[in-house]
C-alpha cells in the first residue's frame, strides 16, 4: 500500500450513515499515523466527525450534494492538497468531484458507473464481508484496499463543550441535574413509516415521568410534528411526577449530541440521533418496523424491538397499509426495555 502525506475520505451523506463509518475511518488513521487524515462531509455533518474521530480533521462540503456540486467541491477538494481519496460514498459524483480535483490516487468501491474514475476500484463482491451490518460494507472495503480490518466497536469522545451545552440547556428547561433523564428522539429523516406513533411515545414518557424521571424530546426542525404529537399524547402527570422538556430544533448538532450523551436513557426510530446516542454509551432502546435491524442496528448498547409480520421490512417511506409492524410493539414492551437496559 502506498504512502500518504494528505488523505480525504469522502464520508456518507447522512448522519447514521458517518456514524456506522466510524470504525473504517479509524482503520485508515490507524495505517497511515503519520499522515493527515481529513473526512469531508456535508457541512451541516462536520461537527460532529471529531466527536467519532477525535484524530481526523473535516472538510465541510458547502452547499447541497450531487452532480450540481461536483465543480464547487472539487475547488475545495484541490485547495487541501490531497494526495489520496477514500471514498465511502458509492456515488458517480463523489468520484468525478476527486478527478476534477486532481487528486491522484482515488479509492473506493466500483458502483454507478464511476470505475474508470478510480485508480482502484473495488468490486462490491470482491470485498469480504463478515456480516450483513452496513457497517461492515464499509470495513470490507478498507480491508479490500490493503488495510487491516477494522472492528466495528466505537470510540467516540462528547466533548466538553457539547456536555456542558446540553446541561445548561436542560438546566435552564427545569431538570434538577439528579433526576433520571430520557431522551426520546420521536422522528425519522426517512420517512413516516420509520416513526414509532407519537402516541405511544407519549405512553412511555408518561410511566418515565410518573416514576420520577425527566423526560427531553430531541430533533430536528423537521421532526416538530412528532414532537407536538408526543405533546399532545401526554397525560397530567402524577402527583410528585416532573415534566417534559422539548428541545426540538434548539440544539446544535453537537449539544444534541450532548444531550444524548448525558441521558440516562434513549428512546429512537432508526434514525441518526439512534446512533449517536449509541455511540456515546447511552444505553439506547430502537422500534425498526420497515427498516432492516440487522442492517443499521446501533453499534452500541442497545435494545431493538420489533414486532414480526408478513410485509416486514418493506423498506418504504410511507405505510399503504395499517402501519402494523410499529403499533404492534408496546408502550409495556418499550418500558420494560428502557428499565432492563
Not at 130 to 150: I, K, M, N, Q
Not at 176 to 190: M, N, R, S, T, V
Amino acid at each position: 500500500m502506498s504512502d500518504a502525506r494528505r488523505v480525504l475520505v469522502r464520508g456518507p451523506n447522512w448522519l447514521g450513515d458517518l456514524v456506522m463509518a466510524a470504525p473504517a475511518i479509524r482503520a485508515i488513521g490507524d495505517a497511515w499515523p503519520g499522515a493527515a487524515v481529513d473526512v469531508a462531509v456535508p457541512a451541516g455533518l462536520a461537527p460532529i466527525v471529531g466527536v467519532l474521530e477525535p484524530r481526523a480533521g473535516v472538510l465541510p462540503l458547502a452547499g447541497r450534494t450531487g452532480v450540481g456540486a461536483v465543480w464547487r467541491h472539487a475547488a475545495q477538494v484541490a485547495a487541501g492538497g490531497y494526495d489520496h481519496a477514500i471514498l465511502l460514498t458509492n456515488s458517480f459524483a463523489s468520484a468525478l468531484a476527486m478527478r476534477q480535483a486532481g487528486v491522484p490516487e482515488r479509492w473506493g468501491y466500483r458502483r454507478d458507473g464511476r470505475g474508470w474514475l478510480l485508480t482502484r476500484a473495488i468490486r462490491p463482491r470482491d470485498a469480504r464481508r463478515s456480516t450483513t451490518h452496513h457497517a461492515d460494507y464499509y470495513a470490507a472495503l478498507v480491508e479490500a484496499l490493503g488495510f487491516p480490518r477494522p472492528s466495528l466497536d466505537l470510540q467516540a469522545a462528547l466533548p466538553t463543550a457539547a456536555r456542558d451545552e446540553a446541561v445548561s440547556l436542560l438546566r435552564e428547561a427545569g431538570w434538577d441535574g439528579d433526576a433520571p433523564l430520557l431522551a426520546c428522539a420521536p422522528g425519522a429523516a426517512y420517512g413516516a413509516a420509520k416513526q414509532w406513533p407519537p402516541r405511544l411515545v407519549a405512553r412511555v414518557a408518561d410511566a418515565w415521568r410518573a416514576d420520577g424521571g425527566v423526560v427531553v424530546l430531541v430533533g430536528a426542525a423537521a421532526d416538530r410534528p412528532a414532537a407536538e404529537a408526543v405533546k399532545g399524547g401526554l397525560v397530567s402527570p402524577a402527583p410528585g411526577a416532573t415534566g417534559l422538556i422539548d428541545l426540538t430544533a434548539r440544539t446544535s448538532l453537537l449539544a444534541l449530541a450532548g444531550v444524548l450523551g448525558v441521558a440516562s436513557r434513549v428512546l429512537a426510530n432508526d434514525s441518526g440521533a439512534m446512533h449517536v446516542a449509541a455511540a456515546l454509551g447511552t444505553p439506547t432502546v430502537s422500534v425498526f418496523g420497515p427498516t432492516r435491524e440487522w442492517a443499521t442496528s446501533p453499534l452500541g448498547p442497545h435494545r431493538i424491538l420489533t414486532h414480526e409480520v408478513w410485509c416486514r421490512p418493506c423498506m418504504l417511506r410511507e405505510c399503504p397499509l395499517d402501519h402494523r409492524c410499529m403499533t404492534g410493539v408496546s408502550p409495556d414492551r418499550v418500558i420494560a426495555a428502557l428499565k432492563e437496559l
